[in-house]
């Protein structure tokens, strides 16, 4: 089993940043790879970037030049930069991991980018 949980999310200002924080524990040793996910209001999940143990990135179009993962090995921490914030990057947040092919989620953090 792995639990994850999230931190970091919160209300700014379209063009402010913020910093999203998952700590893994449990399994962590076979983690591979982790994750953010996010989900608006009336749309399905989708994702926003990936890393592997090894450091490879995968970003989804809109989160390209705005949005860093970046990963902690020891800590088996993730963090999600999100930088040039914009109202259609509104929705809950979600860690996602992998682990002996087995896959979980944190509970989400909220990420509202309003005037």
């Known amino acids: 089993q792995v639990q994850l949980v999230e931190s970091g999310g919160g209300l700014v200002q379209p063009g402010g940043s913020l910093r999203l924080s998952c700590v893994a524990s449990g399994r962590t040793y076979s983690i591979n790879p982790m994750g953010w996910y996010r989900q608006a209001p009336g749309k399905e999940r989708e994702l926003v970037a990936s890393i592997t143990g090894g450091g490879r990135t995968n970003y989804t179009e809109s989160a390209k030049g705005r949005f860093t993962i970046s990963r902690d090995n020891a800590k088996n921490l993730v963090y999600l930069q999100m930088n040039s914030l914009k109202p259609e990057d509104t929705a809950v947040y979600y860690c996602?991991?992998?682990?002996?092919?087995?896959?979980?989620w944190g509970q989400g953090t909220q990420v509202t980018v309003s005037s």
């Open positions: 996602n991991a992998v682990s002996d092919y087995m896959e979980y």
